[in-house]
């Protein structure tokens, strides 16, 4: 294919048109916060009820989430969430249509098998296991049990990676090369990232980013390097990881540089490099934002989207209630493994 005269527009449908569902929020912490913020103010699903280990901690982030979207025009008056002090409670609740799991890493496996068991339709934070077998026996479940199962990797559901799918799938980049994508950020030593109990660091955090971006780009890796040093004693007196540089070997011959770090900023930018043209993403690469495609004769074209973070939440949450709504059993993502 010759250098596009401009850019395909994105085929993903207005969030608001999704089905509304009934959701319930397994956990209450930062990314459990922005995600219902996110989907009740630009879809039409529903807060319906939330569950976490004490019905204290289920009331408050019930009365917090009411108290910062009074207001907010929805489909219906905005109603608090029924809160749960246990998660079997939450899961148990027959009015619920789909569970958001997102409770720290190492809890994924148990709790998204929890509501798989309860006859759930299940979104699970990322990653949706620590291992290749975590997330195949989620899998398993889910398809022994007819029930919609996703990884909310937020990104893949973002209007700009489907005009970037496009682009790949047009073959507007030629053959594709190589993927070089960096994912930074400086956290202190409060955080629960620094604690090893919580399986901090980020390999399971920061890195499934870039490690995703290069496989649904490259596709699945043969052969993959790895350089790891740890976080100082100052910041994670547990000793997690600090930092990991990742080279990788597709399949179809393209490599992949990937590194992420919770020591510092770095730029955050993804850059694919192909036979005919380079795809520059801007920082975060992650978020909803712009990126330039540019042929090596110099032509350029550009894609902006607002630059909303992570409001771009509620992108992941309609994507699911569609697939939910038209009897899907799966969405899945390359981010384990």
């Given at each position: 294919m010759s250098f596009p005269r401009a850019l395909p527009a994105s085929r993903v449908p207005?969030?608001?048109?999704?089905?509304?569902?009934?959701?319930?929020?397994?956990?209450?912490?930062?990314?459990?916060?922005?995600?219902?913020?996110a989907m009740v103010r630009h879809t039409r699903q529903r807060v319906f009820a939330v569950g976490s280990r004490t019905r204290q901690g289920a009331d408050t982030f019930a009365d917090a989430f009411v108290e910062r979207n009074t207001g907010v025009e929805t489909g219906w008056p905005m109603e608090r969430p029924a809160a749960y002090g246990s998660y079997e409670a939450l899961v148990a609740d027959p009015d619920v249509d789909v569970v958001y799991a997102?409770?720290?890493?190492?809890?994924?496996?148990?709790?998204?098998?929890?509501?798989?068991?309860?006859?759930?339709?299940?979104?699970?934070?990322?990653?949706?296991?620590?291992?290749?077998?975590?997330?195949?026996?989620?899998?398993?479940?889910?398809?022994?049990?007819?029930?919609?199962?996703?990884?909310?990797?937020?990104?893949?559901?973002?209007?700009?990676?489907?005009?970037?799918?496009?682009?790949?799938?047009?073959?507007?980049?030629?053959?594709v090369h190589s993927v070089q994508a960096d994912l930074g950020e400086r956290f202190g030593p409060g955080h629960r990232i620094m604690r090893a109990d919580l399986l901090g660091g980020p390999r399971y955090d920061l890195l499934?980013?870039?490690?995703?971006?290069?496989?649904?780009?490259?596709?699945?890796?043969?052969?993959?390097?790895?350089?790891?040093?740890?976080?100082?004693?100052?910041?994670?007196?547990?000793?997690?990881?600090?930092?990991?540089?990742?080279?990788?070997?597709?399949?179809?011959?393209?490599?992949?540089?990937?590194?992420a770090t919770i020591l510092g900023d770095t730029p955050r930018t993804a850059t694919v490099v192909g036979s005919a043209a380079t795809l520059h993403i801007d920082g975060p690469f992650?978020?909803?934002?712009?990126?330039?495609?540019?042929?090596?004769?110099?032509?350029?074209?550009?894609?902006?989207?607002?630059?909303?973070?992570?409001?771009?939440?509620?992108?992941?949450?309609?994507?699911?209630?569609?697939?939910?709504?038209?009897?899907?059993?799966?969405?899945?993502?390359q981010t384990t493994g």
């Open positions: 207005d969030p608001m048109e999704a089905p509304p569902l009934r959701w319930g929020v397994l956990g209450t912490g930062w990314i459990a916060q922005r995600f219902c913020d997102a409770t720290p890493h190492h809890l994924h496996l148990p709790h998204g098998r929890l509501a798989l068991e309860a006859g759930k339709a299940t979104v699970v934070e990322k990653p949706m296991g620590i291992s290749a077998a975590q997330v195949a026996e989620l899998e398993a479940l889910a398809s022994t049990r007819a029930l919609f199962l996703m990884e909310a990797l937020w990104s893949a559901y973002l209007p700009k990676f489907d005009v970037i799918r496009q682009l790949l799938d047009a073959g507007a980049l030629g053959t499934t980013y870039p490690l995703w971006f290069a496989r649904w780009v490259l596709g699945d890796f043969n052969e993959v390097h790895e350089v790891v040093t740890p976080a100082p004693t100052e910041l994670s007196p547990d000793g997690v990881e600090g930092q990991i540089a990742v080279s990788a070997r597709s399949s179809s011959g393209g490599v992949a540089s990937l590194f992650y978020q909803p934002g712009g990126f330039t495609l540019r042929a090596h004769d110099g032509r350029e074209l550009r894609y902006d989207e607002a630059r909303i973070g992570h409001v771009g939440l509620h992108f992941e949450a309609a994507a699911a209630a569609r697939a939910v709504a038209a009897g899907r059993s799966a969405a899945r993502h």
